[in-house]
């Protein structure tokens, strides 16, 4: 099983990047998909999730309006579209598949910097 994030870096405050994760390894359709940061000296927190099928999406309050997860499951990929960025938003990004109990994977993470 592998997730394999990509497409951080460093912005200017204001700019846009779009994460992508590549899944491999499980049947990618059956699992809800979700984005996670975790900041320096912070807690990991949930940003966005997909279901299966795309037809629901939630996201923190913090990124509502800002950011978009969408799916693609021909590809087996998961992508943010993240726009506006702050400071804030500075993070290393997590990709997190989920099934059920006892189905659950996490990528290494991708590092945005939003920083003038």
């Not at 779009?18 to 990991?44: I, N, V």
């Amino acid at each position: 099983v592998q997730l394999v994030e990509s497409g951080g870096g460093l912005v200017q405050p204001g700019g846009s990047l779009r994460l992508s994760c590549a899944a491999s390894g499980f049947t990618f359709s059956s699992y809800d998909m979700s984005w996670h940061r975790q900041a320096p000296g912070k807690e990991r927190e949930l940003v966005a999730s997909i279901s299966t099928g795309g037809g629901s999406r939630n996201y923190a309050d913090s990124v509502k309006g800002r950011f978009t997860i969408a799916r693609d499951n021909a590809k087996n990929t998961v992508y943010l579209q993240m726009n506006s960025l702050k400071p804030e938003d500075t993070a290393l990004y997590y990709c997190h598949a989920i099934r059920g109990r006892g189905y659950s994977y996490w990528g290494q993470g991708t590092q945005v910097t939003v920083s003038s």
